[in-house]
């Protein structure tokens, strides 16, 4: 007797960490695998988001820590204080 389909199965395959991987793989992301050289292209694609952070670290650096003195000399030069 052949199986009914059932309305309690989903009517599509659950994803699953290899099917993951894959659409990684086809998006162009490093390849994915557990020999060291993947792993080294993939942190080869971690390099331009670490130099953004560090970019963004000084952003905030200046503005938490320089704009008050910034606006502080302002209103010495206007003669608010």
């Known amino acids: 007797m052949a199986r ?9 395959t659950p994803v699953t960490g290899s099917w993951l991987k894959n659409m990684a793989d086809v998006m162009g992301h490093a390849p994915v695998g557990s020999d060291p050289l993947s792993g080294f292209f993939a942190f080869l694609l971690f390099i331009p988001l670490l130099v ?11 503005e938490l820590v320089l704009w008050p003195f910034f606006l502080l000399v302002r209103a010495f ?5």
């Open 4 to 12: 009914s389909a059932s309305v309690w199965r989903l009517p599509w």
């Open 77 to 81: 030069a206007r003669g608010v204080t």
């Open 52 to 62: 953004v952070f560090v970019f963004w670290l000084v952003e905030i650096a200046v």
